[in-house]
Nanobody
Framework: QVQLVQSGGGLVQAGGSLRLSCAASGRTFNNYAMGWFRQAPGLEREFVAAKSWTGVNTYYADSVKGRFTISRDNAKNTVYLQMNNLKPEDTAVYSC??????????????????WGQGTQVTVSS
């Protein structure tokens, strides 16, 4: 069993930056791909970013390319999402997820895995 505990988030003005963290406990996330998802009120959940276990493979949604960076520190069992140049449309609840695969961009692989508790990010205009 893997528990994912998120930290970070909050309120920031447009153009600002935030960093989200997601720390795994219980078991290490060896051989797990890690992803970040977000969901805004009234909208479907969006797959934002993912990083493979080795760190070689990365995925970004078009909406965040060039502004968000996903990284992971396997020694610390932690994955990060650095969010720069934030826009009001980035406002959402952000959740990290672990997939039982070294690399995947299939959303259901994450849905069948482990999830963090979610954290609110609010970007004011």
């Amino acid at each position: 069993q893997v528990q994912l505990v998120q930290s970070g988030g909050g309120l920031v003005q447009a153009g600002g930056s935030l960093r989200l963290s997601c720390a795994a406990s219980g078991r290490t996330f060896n051989n797990y791909a890690m992803g970040w998802f977000r969901q805004a009120p009234g909208l479907e959940r969006e797959f934002v970013a993912a990083k493979s276990w080795t760190g070689v493979n990365t995925y970004y949604a078009d909406s965040v390319k060039g502004r968000f960076t996903i990284s992971r520190d396997n020694a610390k069992n932690t994955v990060y999402l650095q969010m720069n140049n934030l826009k009001p449309e980035d406002t959402a609840v952000y959740s990290c997820a672990a997939a039982r695969s070294p690399w995947t961009v299939v959303v259901t692989d994450y849905e069948r895995g482990y999830w963090g508790q979610g954290t609110q990010v609010t970007v004011s205009s």
